[in-house]
């Protein structure tokens, strides 16, 4: 049975595309068939971040409007075995699909795949629209910022209102330095304020940035960062796996604080 | 009070936590302008039915006030509906 999975966040920037590369790396590891589709039409970015810019021929509107068979605008991952990009139109606008397009296509994938995990674009207007149409399940990403987790909210409820269950957190980019000083809220506490069970806690870290520049995800290595999306996968496959423990050991004051706190 | 209390500042993180909790109670109990007007109308409706009521006076809103019960210890709030309608006169039409 194939499941339909949405990444999707409100606020831009806050790493829906690179949780989505990652996930659907993950994925394909576990030995899982993918298809990572980029809904976010007129500002495609899943395949920079996948490293697979250079081979698109046709994209998601080419398959919509019935220029190109569906098989003839996926494109086959060149790492991982088992994963596959369906690109967004660069030169069309969110208007060019409707739900129920997208709704159909994804059907098609469907009968194919086991994972087919949407990368929603930023917003709430009609790409969202579009996304969460097609989904089963979604994964709403935030960062431990305040305007990021506002808007995560408004998602949250806008999820609720289209009858989207099973909706899991995913906190990114969390700073365990900046947590230790009590500088940046911890992932409990975002969940506490959004009232969501979390999937999984993503820390900072800047290899992100080096993956992205060589289009080469990190879920599955031995980073930190790699080993947190892996749990996610897991957890995205039922499996029950605890979560990595991101707080270092407490340093010196912290020790002789916590002695007159009592 | 604890001891380290004297000393210690309120964390950012915690400014964070508290601004958030208090923008998204009015974030989720925003309703609608439109479903605002039209719950306005229906009750205005009801309402002329047994008294005249002043509309330019009306006031309808949707508020957060403390919860009752077990959430009140807790310091929570729900959100309720506020209504104040100036009534003209009473009909005596029965």
Known sequence: MAEVIVVTSGKGGVGKTTTTANLGTGLAKLDKKVVLVDTDIGLRNLDVVLGLENRIVYNLVDVVDGNCKITQALIKDKKVDGLYLLPAAQTRDKDAVTPEQMKTLVDELRKDFDYIILDCPAGIEQGFKNAIAAADRALVVTTPEVSAVRDADRIIGLLEANEIKNSRLIVNRLNIDMVKHGNMMTAEDVVEVLSIDLIGVVPYDEKIVVSTNTGTPLAGDDTLVGQSYMNICHRLMGEDVPFLNLEAKKGFFARISDLFKG | ?94
């Not at chain 2, 409706?45 to 949707?62: C, F, H, R, S, T």
């Open chain 2, 1 to 94: 009070m604890r001891f380290m209390d004297f000393f210690r500042k309120k964390s950012t993180s915690d400014i964070a936590k508290d601004r958030l909790k208090m923008v998204l109670v009015s974030d989720r109990s925003a309703v609608n302008p439109e479903i605002m007007e039209r719950i306005k109308n229906d009750i205005i409706q009801v309402l002329a039915k047994y008294v005249e009521i002043d509309q330019e006076g009306l006031d309808i809103k949707i508020t957060q006030v403390d919860a009752e019960g077990e959430d009140r210890a807790k310091g929570s709030t729900v959100p309720a509906l506020y209504a104040n309608i100036p009534i003209k006169s009473l009909k005596q039409n029965n």
